[in-house]
Each structure stands twice: as structure tokens, then as C-alpha cells.
């Protein structure tokens, strides 16, 4: 597996379909470890994005052979210290098993087996095998399936590996390495970056710290500036449940930047999201708010008593998060609904029902 020399025609066109080849000198982007100076790892090699993901493969073709080393200790290197191995079988090739690979960090293996990958025909299949302690990830693998489009084919296995990646530090295993690492860090830094040299009072140092110590006006923090983060604003409360008889069930409502989710708190899963810029509208009472979205669809949500200022802090954050926001009313049938963005600007006045 690492002595060969060169990509087959089915190889290649199974790289091609995962990314870019890229000259690895000058190479600005994220390049896991190879040298983008010198062209000692290769002169070229393969990478890709995927939903904000910067992917750099190790490629055994484009990593350095040395004719005279069996064990090809330069590709060993790279690869056998990566988390996640694709390994691509073309016909014939004889059966792989992770047996034959002994290494402390590769925790998966995807086999994909070419039966035609020449363009314009294409038949893969794939496998996973993994560590014992690493947890399941998905998107699952579709039992006895044959993928037949490339690029359905590509956005699932990049889904697959990336996500094999973030299961992988969750082992027990991986956890205790990455542990040990940080506590070697901090023991480094600790008995080999520590002065033991007194600061020196005296001269301009005096004067700095003389000038910092004089009593300075403290800067207000400005009120409920949390409001303005992208990240994540959520609030416990009472959500009904129009499936079940319109029970209310306890939930966590979470408004972020782009996405507006609501979390059963007993179950722990989503049982709504959807964009912010989804939202057309709402109404408001003391403690209950109806949020309405997409073509009139709507969640309700109570507060307890005393809880009236959550209802209020998240019709702000929904204000916040559409600067563009208008008072409006549907011909009287449905009064207080705030809408914003091109529906209103639209001139639609459709009435709820």
C-alpha cells in the first residue's frame, strides 16, 4: 500500500472526484504538515473544502518513494499518524484488513471499493471499520447500496470522514493521549520558561507602573450587550405540543446569529429549527409568545410567573437579529405582529388562520 509508485487510471480519477490538486510550494492554505518551502513531502498534493471544513489529503502517490526503504518510512510519517485512512481497492487487489496496520492513531478505515469509476461510468461502494471505543457517527451507510453519482458519492464520504474525525477525540483512548500531551506542554512551560528574576522597580518600569495604578474612570458595560452575539442566546420555558393534544412540554429556545431551535429539555433533542431570517412575525402577551415563520406556520411558548423579562429579551434578540423591523397589521384579524425583511416589503397582507 505504500510502495506504490504511481496512481492507477481509476485511482486518479477517484482523487479527482475528492479535490484539487495543488502545488504544495507557496501553498497559503491549511496544509497538514507538509512542507510548502522546500518540496520535501511532495510537490504536489490534493485538497478540498466541505462545509467550512479545509481538507489537505495525504495522498501515498504524491508523498516522496525512496526505492531503497521497503517501509517507506516518509509516507509512514504522514499517513500513519492521521486519524482517518481511505483506503481505495480497485478489482482483483487483495482483501484489506486494519490488522496489518500498527499505529496509536489511525482510529478509521474507509475502504471503497471501485467496481467503474472512468467517467462517464461510476459504480463505489464503501465500508467503515473502527476502533472499539470510538462512538457511532453518521450519516449512516446504506445497507447493500452502490453509489452511482459522483458528486452524491463525494458529499457523503467527506460528511463521513470529517465527522469520523470529531468522533475520534472522543474515544477514550484519543482523550487520554491528547491529556497526556497538554499536561507534557504545561511541564515544559513550566521548567523551562520560569524566571525566577525579580522585576525590576526601578527607572521607566516605576514610571509605568505608577501611571497604571492611578485611579481611571471605569468604562459602563453597555446594557444587555449579549444581545448582539452571534453565537447562541437560549431561555428555559414551556413550549406546546401541537402533535400531542397541545400539551405543553419543558423546553430550551436557542436564537442564534442564523438559526432559531428548540430543544425538548427531558429528551435532550431538537424538536424545531429553522432560519431567523424564516421568521414573519410574532405575537406577544405577559408570558406566552407565538412566533410565526415560513407560510404562516407558528411554536407557541410560555414562561413561568415571574419570568415575563425572558419573553421581552427574546423579542429583542429577534429585533436584533432583523435590523429592517416594522409594526404591522393584518386587517384586523391578527394585531402586535412584528414583521420585517422582503415580506413586508413585498406588500403581501395575508391573514393567519
Not at 472512468?118 to 467503515?128: D, G, T, W
Request: net charge negative.
Amino acid at each position: 500500500m505504500y510502495n506504490n509508485e504511481e496512481a492507477s487510471p481509476a485511482f486518479s480519477a477517484f482523487l479527482e472526484l475528492l479535490g484539487e490538486q495543488v502545488l504544495l510550494k507557496g501553498f497559503s492554505k491549511y496544509a497538514a504538515q507538509l512542507d510548502t518551502k522546500t518540496d520535501s513531502t511532495g510537490t504536489h498534493s490534493l485538497y478540498t473544502t466541505y462545509q467550512g471544513y479545509e481538507v489537505m489529503f495525504h495522498v501515498s502517490t504524491m508523498l516522496p518513494y525512496m526505492p531503497n526503504n521497503p517501509q517507506q518510512l516518509l509516507r509512514k510519517r504522514h499517513i500513519g499518524n492521521d486519524i482517518v485512512t481511505i483506503i481505495f481497492q480497485e478489482p482483483g487487489a487483495q482483501p484489506f484488513t486494519p490488522q496489518n496496520i500498527r499505529s496509536h492513531f489511525q482510529h478509521f478505515f474507509f475502504l471503497v471499493f471501485d467496481c467503474i469509476t472512468l467517467i462517464p461510468l461510476f459504480f463505489l461502494s464503501v465500508a467503515v471499520t473502527r476502533m472499539e471505543d470510538v462512538p457511532s457517527f453518521g450519516p449512516p451507510i446504506p445497507s447493500g447500496v452502490t453509489f452511482r453519482d459522483p458528486e452524491n458519492f463525494r458529499n457523503f464520504l467527506l460528511a463521513k470522514v470529517i465527522n469520523a474525525e470529531n468522533a475520534a477525540h472522543k474515544s477514550d483512548k484519543f482523550h487520554t493521549m491528547a491529556t497526556r500531551t497538554r499536561q507534557e506542554y504545561l511541564r515544559d512551560l513550566a521548567e523551562n520558561y520560569v524566571s525566577s528574576t525579580p522585576l525590576d522597580s526601578a527607572g521607566k518600569l516605576n514610571n509605568l507602573i505608577s501611571l497604571a495604578s492611578k485611579k481611571r474612570e471605569r468604562t459602563k458595560a453597555r446594557e444587555r450587550a449579549e444581545l448582539d452575539a452571534d453565537g447562541a442566546i437560549a431561555w428555559r420555558l414551556l413550549a406546546q405540543d401541537f402533535s400531542g393534544g397541545a400539551a405543553e412540554l419543558p423546553c430550551a429556545l436557542g436564537i442564534s446569529d442564523e438559526y432559531m431551535v428548540l430543544i425538548d429539555c427531558s429528551t435532550k433533542e431538537v424538536v424545531f429549527n429553522c432560519f431567523c431570517s424564516d421568521v414573519i412575525g410574532w405575537t406577544l402577551e405577559r408570558l406566552s409568545l407565538k412566533i410565526f415563520y415560513g407560510r404562516g406556520d407558528h411554536i407557541a411558548v410560555r414562561v413561568p410567573e415571574g419570568s415575563g423579562h425572558d419573553i421581552t429579551e427574546m423579542v429583542q434578540r429577534l429585533k436584533v437579529r432583523v435590523p429592517s423591523l416594522h409594526q404591522f397589521s393584518y386587517n384586523s384579524v391578527l394585531t402586535s405582529v412584528y414583521l420585517y425583511g422582503a415580506f413586508q416589503q413585498q406588500g403581501n397582507s395575508k391573514s393567519f388562520e
